[in-house]
């Protein structure tokens, strides 16, 4: 025999008397037959969770790689709104820079108003009259001149629509490095009601996905063609903008961008406004209700006024018009926070610009300065909706309300605005991230509403509620294959109880923010996926969380602790020595919370981190010592700091049935 076997049949000698000391679970088999229970590989929810293989391009510390890239696509773009006939024409000039190691043959480009055309994808999936739905509109994108400049030739390129993609072939291949520059003229009707994303009220225009976008292309799936289809929103390149919109001249705009000319499309009281509320911490009128009724609101009026707008690393540009807005500015730190609505709204948007001044700085104090010159809140028929520098919101029933509205909104200049994740296969990257930091930007605002613990314990409450009666589902889900019931759910409200379980349980506010703060510094303007989050999270918090992104993020598990047993027993010197056996009745994880209660009054807490469950998911024993006291209760998660699906199992106690607290 080898060395090699008489070493393991040793091994195995010493072990067989190990063996047979524990106890073995009975199996009830047929006479003479055997079931080997062996190859089971580990699928405890602390198993290693499988992300992608790090490489140059994203590091296994979850920062962006050495030769990390992404492509470049800036905008100079020239739109016209006729308002008689609902349709705005436009032009634009593109330059994609080709920053991938790659060479492309051909480009994708977004044309988003197809979502509105006969027999779309949109009108198949979503009900007419829903929130998503086309609601019977007629539209989409014509395109009336698409070329491609090569040197000084103009040169037409083949182009195959694909729904709300369509496919360009270049006129010549495009080398890393190297840019391609299109020309394209295009027009659509304008919808009412663009898939609760854009459209029009009245004399009033919200518009969005208004111009034809490039595709991102990127290191995880070269080009990323997912279809628009109301519910499911974004994932765009960075680039600068050029915008200039002409409408009518009585109409006064809000866009993304700072204003270029304002000499020629407001008055020179206006012009005086703007310069005191870009100075002052409380809000100018910059219009005013008296200026709309007398016409002293505009310059002139007849014909139609161009509005020059600029905007340098956005990746989006929206804006909003209308005759009637009245309009409020003030600023935090040289930043211009503004507000657009119509007298019909005074009450409660004559709050919303001091109320986007403290969203701004909120955000900006906590997690990372906002990096662009201006933020403007529009009051329309859209009840909730982001772009760079502009959102969008309805006229809601009271400032509390419309807080929570106008600082959601404007949260998402941070995710994923700033940190541009891909919200068309990730959304709760962006809308979990935002709701979470809203629960502080709220309480800060009207604490008389609950503060953010307060707010948090609510969202769990809601969380709690729908895993008992089996409603919720997988947070990493594509959006537009989610219920649209459960989207505020799935997308909005888990994602922020998971990450204020992991600030506040699992890894304590201050390393939470310091990694919750470096990935917004490493993935500013950048692409990030969950694997760079989760890894971020990991680099700077300083844990292994395997367990947390696959019971949260990934699987669908839900949380029941209990009390299994307790045995007291007399100990030494009048003590009691008393084991208590933790039992955890589903497959998610979280940490324990024990309060214990003594005859006397007092009161001991016992925490325990989650990972005590690691070696036994089921249960977890302790022993405890007490000298001269006597225990009369334990209670586990007395505060409700955790979900749990089933609370009666939670408390043990001395007390007769009927006498207990």
């Known amino acids: 025999m080898t060395s090699r076997l008489l070493a393991l049949i040793s091994a195995l000698s010493v072990a067989a008397p190990l063996r047979a000391q524990v106890q073995q679970p009975s199996v009830n088999v047929t006479a003479g037959s055997r079931y080997d229970r062996t190859g089971v590989g580990d699928t405890s929810i602390f198993s290693p969770l499988d992300l992608p293989t790090p490489n140059q391009f994203r590091a296994g510390s979850g920062a962006p790689g ?16 006729d308002t008689s006939s609902k349709t705005l024409t436009g032009s ?12 492309l043959r051909f480009v994708w480009m977004q044309m988003e108003q197809n979502a509105f055309t006969d027999k779309s994808l949109n009108s198949f ?38 729904e709300t993609v369509m496919k360009v072939d270049l006129a010549e291949p495009l080398a890393p490095g190297r840019t391609a520059t299109f020309d394209i003229a295009w027009h659509f009707l304008i919808p009412e009601h663009g898939a609760d994303r854009m459209g029009r009220e009245g004399s009033l225009y919200e518009l969005a996905q208004w111009y034809p976008r490039l595709n991102v292309y990127d290191d995880l799936r070269g080009w990323n063609t997912e279809p628009y289809l109301g519910q499911g929103e974004f994932y765009l390149e960075y680039g600068n903008f050029t915008v200039d919109i002409t409408v009518p001249s009585g109409y006064i705009v809000a866009s993304t961008g700072s204003l270029l000319n304002a000499k020629d499309v407001l008055t020179s009281a206006e012009i005086s406004r703007l310069a005191r509320a870009a100075i002052s911490a409380t809000p100018v009128s910059i219009v005013t209700l008296d200026e709309l009724k007398s016409g002293a609101a505009r310059p002139r009026a007849t014909g139609t006024l161009t509005w020059k707008f600029a905007a340098k690393d956005v990746r989006d540009v929206a804006w909003a018009a209308a005759p009637d807005y009245l309009w409020d500015a003030s600023s935090w730190k040289g930043i211009l926070t503004q507000a657009y609505y119509r007298p019909s709204a005074i009450d409660p948007w004559k709050d919303a610009a001091d109320q986007a001044r403290m969203s701004i700085d909120e955000y900006s104090t906590r997690w990372y300065k906002y990096p662009w010159p201006q933020m ?6 859209i009840s909730g909706m982001e772009y760079p520098m502009l959102v969008m919101e309805a006229k809601s029933n009271d400032k509390y309300d419309l807080y929570n509205v106008v600082t959601h909104e ?4 941070w995710f994923p605005m700033l940190v541009g994740s891909n919200e068309r296969v990730h959304m709760w990257q962006d809308e979990g991230f935002n709701t979470f930091i809203n629960t502080f930007s709220e309480a800060r605002r009207y604490p008389e509403k609950g503060d953010q613990m307060q707010r948090a314990l609510g969202e769990r409450g809601y969380v709690e509620g729908a895993m008992k009666a089996n409603l919720d589902g997988p947070v990493d889900v594509m959006p ?6 459960l989207l505020g759910l799935s997308a909005y409200v888990k994602p922020s109880v998971a990450l204020q379980l992991l600030r506040q349980e699992v890894l304590g506010p201050a390393a939470f923010d310091d990694a919750f ?29 395997d367990w947390f992104w696959r019971e949260w993020f990934i699987e669908n598990p839900h949380f029941d602790q209990a009390i299994d047993s307790v045995v007291t027993a007399p100990a030494p010197n009048g003590g009691q020595s008393v084991s208590v056996l933790y039992g955890n009745r589903a497959r998610g994880v979280l940490p324990v919370h024990a309060r214990f209660t003594f005859s006397d009054g007092s009161v001991e807490n016992y925490d325990y981190p989650a990972e005590v469950w690691s070696t036994n998911t089921t249960h977890y024993l302790r022993r405890y010592t007490f ?6 209760r334990i209670e586990l998660d007395p505060d409700k700091r955790l979900p749990d699906t089933d609370r009666s199992n939670n408390v043990w106690d001395t007390a007769p049935a009927g006498l207990k607290p």
């Open 376 to 381: 403007s809140a529009v009051e329309g028929p």
């Open 480 to 485: 537009d294959r989610i219920n649209p019931q």
């Open 627 to 632: 000298n001269g006291k006597t225990l009369t």
């Open 410 to 413: 404007i949260g998402h200049n």
């Open 92 to 103: 634009l000039r593109l330059r994609y820079t080709n920053n991938s190691p790659d060479t």
């Open 125 to 162: 999936i979503f009900p007419q009259d829903s929130r998503f739905g086309a609601r019977g509109f007629e539209g989409g994108d014509v395109i009336d001149r698409f070329v491609q400049l090569v040197g000084a030739r103009q040169v037409a390129v083949g182009r195959r629509p694909n």
């Open 66 to 81: 050495a030769k990390y890239w992404q492509n470049r696509a800036d905008y100079d773009i020239k739109a016209s709104l």
């Open 517 to 545: 703060r470096t990935y917004i510094e490493r993935w500013k303007y950048k692409h990030p996926t969950p694997a760079d989050f989760y890894r971020t999270m990991e680099d700077v918090g300083g844990r292994r969380l």
